[in-house]
């Protein structure tokens, strides 16, 4: 691995701050703003390398998150996501040391997976109540759209670290309030993505030089996780998420053109 690939020029390191900014912002109170870290790090670095590159960070974001919402996680709920979201994880794995995965098919996976998942998330109140899952989480046609949400999100984090979206709509249409919903998508995230360190590390995608960078990167994180926890108690404006969207979107069409 060439170590100079790290060594960013101003304005990379302006956007892998503001990366870490957003990613601290999402993991404590924030939801779904994270979907826009994704493409906009794999502007920084080539788009392979950047899911390595992303995921300490993540990691760090997620450690904050679980820190301050651990009281409020729904573990029937889960126990219930995590067992397919591993087998998901491992077809990520394989799907990755194909020889025809390589940086173009990645970066042009990100920005369609990116922009189909905002999609969703747009329509998510129509796309909800076609779902037959509630807060009682029985039955079985329940279960089956646990396990396809759960495989779902494990190719997809593993692939490009943007399964937020995936599980953005499903932890929706449980209801949940929103400390329970805060804290049950952290404690999520943070065992899927350690999970996810030996394979990244098996890759070549983690090594001395991505976890020197990620260091220098954690005060933005934990700058990002304050505002985080500030605004989701404060902030309600839907115009804010509009913003977002529309950043995410430009960030999703950089990587196709």
């Known amino acids: 691995m060439d170590s100079t690939l790290y060594d960013l020029s101003a304005m990379g390191w302006c956007v892998a701050i503001f990366c870490g900014v957003v990613v601290g912002m999402s993991k404590c109170g924030l939801a779904g703003l994270g979907s826009l870290a994704v493409p906009l790090m794999a502007t920084v670095f080539p788009a392979k390398l950047s899911t390595g590159a992303l995921l300490p960070v993540l990691i760090i974001g997620d450690a904050m998150g679980v820190t301050h919402f651990n009281r409020h996680a729904d573990w029937r709920l889960l126990t219930r996501l995590m067992p397919a979201a591993l087998v998901g994880i491992v077809i990520g794995y394989l799907l990755?040391?194909?020889?025809?995965?390589?940086?173009?098919?990645?970066?042009?996976?990100?920005?369609?997976?990116?922009?189909v998942l905002l999609a969703l998330n747009a329509l998510r109140e129509?796309?909800?109540?076609?779902?037959?899952?509630?807060?009682d989480q029985s039955g079985w046609p329940s279960l089956?759209?646990?396990?396809?949400?759960?495989?779902?999100?494990?190719?997809?984090?593993m692939l490009a670290n943007a399964a937020g979206p995936i599980m953005l709509i499903y932890l929706l249409a449980m209801r949940l309030p929103k400390d329970a919903f805060i804290g049950t998508s952290a404690w999520y995230f943070m065992v899927l993505n350690?999970?996810?360190v030996p394979f990244m590390?098996?890759?070549g995608l983690i090594n001395s030089d991505s976890l020197a960078f990620n260091i220098k990167l954690s005060p933005a994180i934990l700058v990002g996780g304050l505002?985080?926890?500030y605004f989701s108690s404060r902030l309600s404006n839907s115009g804010f998420n509009r913003l977002i969207q529309v950043l995410t979107v430009l960030a999703a069409l950089k990587l196709l053109f």
């Open 201 to 203: 590390m098996q890759l």
């Open 194 to 196: 350690w999970c996810k």
């Open 227 to 229: 505002l985080g926890i």
């Open 126 to 135: 129509r796309f909800l109540a076609l779902l037959p899952i509630g807060e």
């Open 144 to 157: 089956v759209i646990a396990i396809v949400f759960g495989v779902i999100a494990g190719i997809t984090t």
């Open 96 to 115: 990755m040391r194909q020889d025809w995965v390589d940086d173009r098919v990645i970066r042009v996976s990100i920005g369609v997976l990116v922009l």
